[in-house]
T-cell receptor, first 112, second 113 residues
Framework: QKEVEQNSGPLSVPEGAIASLNCTYS??????FFWYRQYSGKSPELIMF????GDKEDGRFTAQLNKASQYVSLLIRDSQPSDSATYLC????????????FGIGTKLQVIP | EADIYQTPRYLVIGTGKKITLECSQT?????MYWYQQDPGMELHLIHY???????EKGDLSSESTVSRIRTEHFPLTLESARPSHTSQYLC????????????FGSGTRLTVV
């Protein structure tokens, strides 16, 4: 079992719809959770982080965390073609070095 | 402006050459990382450092080496480049309070011919 699991996609949604991206992790002691966006040929950029159960909203983005189910999600409301990218889930593990593990990423395509 | 810089952006080099990929950050971050990523594939951690004179190998076996003599500088060296080293190399850094996540450089796309 991978430490961080994501469906690689592609996930296709029409413009204006809600895109829902999901991620599960194996280390029950994980502390912090991140979502990065990576455009094709570019570096990942941090768009959200969450460390408490529940929802965290920032503009059109909402991160949701359920530690009991070991599940993190990212919702993108009013999806735009410019949101088309690969979204990487990253989990900061428990342990002395607090290692961060990245998922494979989900490719999102927003269709105009 | 605080940032993280990688040079060169693109490099085409012949087999057997020694190369050094540069990475510098102006954010005063203690932790720095090197990742390797092939197109459309996941990130693989190849080296990391939690401070000056501290370096560790990552999850992916790599023939490269790193050094951390200054906080802001984390170069990666390949003693003898091979075509199998062709990839994108990404440098990242993070500060204390890692809830802030990583800041990535623009990357170096290396092609070994």
């Amino acid at each position: 079992q991978k430490e961080v699991e994501q469906n690689s996609g592609p996930l296709s949604v029409p413009e204006g719809a809600i895109a829902s991206l999901n991620c599960t992790y194996s280390d029950r002691g994980s502390q912090s959770f991140f979502w990065y966006r990576q455009y094709s040929g570019k570096s990942p950029e941090l768009i959200m982080f969450i460390y408490s159960n529940g929802d965290k909203e920032d503009g059109r983005f909402t991160a949701q965390l359920n530690k009991a189910s070991q599940y993190v999600s990212l919702l993108i409301r009013d999806s735009q073609p410019s949101d088309s990218a690969t979204y990487l889930c990253a989990v900061q593990n428990s342990g002395g070095y607090q290692k961060v593990t990245f998922g494979i990423g989900t490719k999102l395509q927003v269709i105009p | 402006e605080a940032d993280i810089y990688q040079t060169p952006r693109y490099l085409v080099i012949g087999t057997g050459k020694k190369i050094t990929l540069e990475c510098s950050q102006t954010m005063g971050h203690d932790k720095m990382y090197w990742y390797q990523q092939d197109p459309g594939m996941e990130l693989h951690l190849i080296h990391y450092s939690y401070g000056v004179n501290s370096t560790e190998k990552g999850d992916l076996s790599s023939e490269s080496t790193v050094s951390r003599i200054r906080t802001e500088h984390f170069p990666l060296t390949l003693e003898s480049a091979r075509p199998s080293h062709t990839s994108q190399y990404l440098c990242a850094s993070s500060g204390t309070g890692t809830r802030r996540g990583y800041t990535f450089g623009s990357g170096t796309r290396l092609t070994v011919v």
